[in-house]
């Protein structure tokens, strides 16, 4: 008798950044990733503590947030932590059963089941707290058809604003970072608070150069369409990229978000062409490609120009680049990626890259541990879709 799914997830709904400045990133994020503006909240709607802009490409919606006065928590989290991932928000069919569920298996909550309503319909929202300063905000929004959600008004993107689009097309996994020997203990929050199960471990063996290491386990559920990578350093000859990210972000939180594109090549000659800055591989990476993982579609030359990395497991290939952090401190990035029947690899653990995958690769990695089998379904979505990911 198959497991019953104590805490079924439609899909991603949104990730909310809190900022410095949200005009001015959502300038950002038109310009360089194509992110359009599809609605607002502030002071013009009602709100007098923030205001917050709506982006969204594809399926993927950001939602860029600053504080409207210093007193705010909004602020006091940008003080502290700078730009970052507050929210990560999941669309769920039931809300208020699944807050009570999470609650009930140990969560600790951010805030209880409120209802919003306005001429568009009703929306059912409430959140738990997961690592660091992150939630986990449940959106019900079967009866609502408005912009985002109750509060916020439609915005228009010009024409301008719409040639910007990138090919950026749904989310794929949010990374998250966490301090030494706390992996396992929110590897078990999400088997026993929300029901995921692992999918791959990566040990410090799998994931390290000479100078630097870390560990990895993914999660997922929702039937395979939310991926959360739980990081945390391990030791090296120097500090970990995990050390570093915890350093300047004092604390744990979201590393890097990334998001599949319908062809990765295209995709990062656009970002690139926008200005977004990425992660660049070195030429004799390039040189020995083919010797090590294999023949591939996409021509090596070009993979080269751009800078993406390649990698490759039983499944196929993976095609990835990381974008460089869009803030100063070396503590969030995006990651754009393309797949081709592949799943997540070694290589973006260690590096942080856009990716576009084909048949799956692990770049410079050894074998890493499997506890379960993707879905076919799964499997076979991933077969015709690109992924890109970029940090927060």
């Known amino acids: 008798m198959p497991e019953q799914d104590f805490m079924p997830i439609k899909n991603w709904d949104h990730v909310e950044f809190y900022v410095g400045n949200a005009k001015q990133a959502a300038q950002f994020y038109n310009a360089t990733f194509g992110f359009i503006p599809v609605a607002y909240a502030g002071l013009e709607t009602g709100l007098r ?9 594809g399926k993927i919606r950001f939602v860029l947030t600053s504080a409207l006065s210093p007193e ?18 999941l669309e769920v069919p039931d809300a208020e059963h699944a807050y009570r569920e ?19 319909g009703r929306v059912k929202r409430a959140a738990i707290f997961t690592y660091g300063e992150t939630i986990h905000s449940f959106i019900e929004r079967q009866d609502y058809k408005g912009p985002f959600l109750p509060g916020y008004r439609a915005v228009e993107a010009t024409a301008e604003q719409r040639a910007r689009d990138c090919g950026l097309r749904a ?7 966490v301090e030494l020997g706390k992996m396992n203990e929110w590897v078990k929050f999400y088997e026993d608070v929300m029901g995921f199960k692992q999918m791959i471990h990566f040990t410090d063996e799998a994931i390290s150069t000479e100078y630097s290491a870390l560990m990895s386990k993914v999660m997922e559920g929702g039937h395979g369409k939310i991926k959360f990578p739980i990081n945390e350093p391990a030791v090296g000859k120097k500090k970990s990229q995990i050390d570093e990210y915890l350093e300047y972000y004092r604390g744990p939180g979201v590393q890097h978000v990334a998001m599949i594109t319908g062809e990765i090549l295209d995709t990062v000659a656009r970002l690139k062409a926008q200005g977004v ?8 990476y390039y040189e020995e490609l083919e ?5 591939i579609d996409e021509p090596i030359a070009e993979l080269a120009k751009l800078g993406i990395l ?13 974008t460089r952090s869009s803030a100063k401190a070396p503590a969030a990035s995006a990651k754009a990626t393309s797949r081709r029947c592949s799943r997540p690899s070694s290589a973006s653990r260690r590096s942080g890259v856009t990716c576009s995958r084909k048949q799956m690769i692990h770049h410079r990695a050894r074998r890493v541990h499997r506890t379960q089998k993707e ?3 799964v499997r076979k979505l991933r077969g015709r879709e690109t992924y890109v990911q970029v940090r927060d």
Request: charge should be negative.
């Open 310 to 322: 390649v990698d490759r497991d039983d499944d196929g290939y993976l095609l990835q680049i990381f």
């Open 72 to 89: 705010s928590p909004i602020a006091q989290h940008v003080l502290l932590h700078g730009d970052g991932a507050k929210d990560i928000a």
């Open 49 to 57: 503590d923030r205001a917050s802009y709506v982006m969204q490409q």
């Open 375 to 377: 879905p076919e379904r």
């Open 171 to 177: 989310i794929d996994h949010v990374v998250g970072n």
């Open 102 to 120: 999470a609650v009930a298996r140990g969560a600790t909550s951010a805030h209880e089941p409120v209802v919003q309503e306005d001429e568009f």
């Open 291 to 295: 010797g090590r993982i294999g023949k």
């Open 277 to 284: 800055e990425f992660i660049q591989g070195v030429p004799s």
